[in-house]
């Protein structure tokens, strides 16, 4: 067989093929929904993530390693809000105080920029 006789052949079987895919609905399986709502979640924490000062990120660690997060923040009694806040700014300085001294810049800014 000759090379264009078989791109003819290829080329009828793959029509064939794709006018039958191209009639057929939309995939809608459940494994095909939680890829792209998984796609979606990870872009949007990304672009969370990109979109936070090196301080706020400084301060998202410290609540996640005291397992807390910002709306366990919002649901406390204000003694208990200052009290988190206050061991969440020793912390910050601390690190701060911690990376001066090894001559580490931009911890809670981003110097970059």
């Known amino acids: 067989m000759s090379i264009s006789a078989y791109a003819g052949l290829t080329g009828a079987s793959l029509s064939a093929g ?5 009639s057929s609905p939309t995939v809608t399986d459940a494994s095909a ?9 990870a872009l949007s924490d990304f672009l969370d993530y990109a979109n936070k000062t090196p301080a ?3 301060r998202d660690s410290i609540l ?9 923040l919002k649901s406390m ?27 580490k ?3 809670v800014t981003d110097v970059t920029a």
């Open 18 to 22: 794709v006018s039958g895919a191209a």
């Open 33 to 41: 929904n939680a890829r792209n709502s998984g796609a979606g979640n």
């Open 56 to 58: 706020q990120r400084m």
């Open 64 to 72: 996640k390693s005291m397992g807390l997060s910002e709306d366990d």
């Open 77 to 103: 009694s204000p003694e208990k809000r200052k009290a988190v806040e206050e061991t969440i700014r020793q912390r910050i300085k601390e690190a701060a105080e911690e990376a001066v001294k090894h001559g």
């Open 105 to 107: 810049t931009g911890l």
